[in-house]
């Protein structure tokens, strides 16, 4: 049996524009200025409390944990906005669940905010888990969620590919001694250059052929 272990936000869902929209939201409630799509994406992927460090950097700690509250709070009412499956995304996942693949999410994203989104986008029954980023004492890079996910899934590691869009991922599959997929449609796949994937897929169905086969 695989185990396909999927990032969320660059990887299965297209959600650039809610999350800019949020942070930006968040920007004008503290007086300032929007930045733009591609420094909001860049900032993206080691969870919202980063996410908000980086677009307030002048601001103190007391400061951004309040701005924190103010994004997640914007962000939970505006999340499906926009936010779509990537080209390929539904198909594959079909493929993959007819094939009897285990399938999970592993994702720096609140997890009940990638339980929300998933559930609207009409994924959620996809998974066997959703792990977010308060899932556990640690977020991705640390392997603590897929070695979690092996163990509940019995997929042998040699089996099991960490699917991601930024070297975060790869780092984690790495870490917990899996292969990494690189995805090329993300939000940081020039991160790839610091830390390659295995392999990079420009759609979603080609890991589909690729398992096929």
Request: glycine share 8%; proline share 4%; net charge negative.
């Amino acid at each position: 049996m695989h185990l396909l272990i999927f990032d969320l936000d660059g990887t299965l869902i297209d959600s650039k524009r809610d999350l800019a929209d949020s942070v930006n939201a968040t920007r004008a409630f503290a007086g300032l200025e929007p930045i733009s799509l591609e420094t909001v994406s860049s900032y993206v992927g080691s969870g919202a409390p980063v996410l908000i460090k980086r677009s307030f950097p002048d601001a103190s700690e007391a400061e951004q944990a309040h701005l924190l509250r103010y994004f997640l709070d914007y962000y939970r009412e505006h999340m499906l906005d926009s936010t779509a499956l990537y080209r390929g995304v539904r198909e594959a996942l079909d493929s993959f669940h007819d094939s009897g693949v285990a399938m999970a999410v592993l994702t720096n994203k609140p997890v009940r905010f990638s339980v929300r989104l998933l559930e609207g986008l009409g994924i959620d029954l996809c998974f066997f888990r959703i792990y977010g980023g308060n899932s556990f004492e640690e977020k991705k890079p640390s392997p603590v969620g897929i070695n979690a996910l092996v163990e509940e899934s019995g997929a042998a590691r040699e089996r099991t590919i960490m699917v991601g869009d930024s070297a975060v991922d790869v780092m984690t599959a790495r870490n917990a001694g899996v292969v990494a997929c690189g995805v090329s449609w993300g939000f940081q796949p020039e991160t790839f250059a610091s830390a390659p994937p295995d392999f990079v897929i420009g759609d979603l169905r080609e890991l589909a052929a690729r398992l096929d086969n």
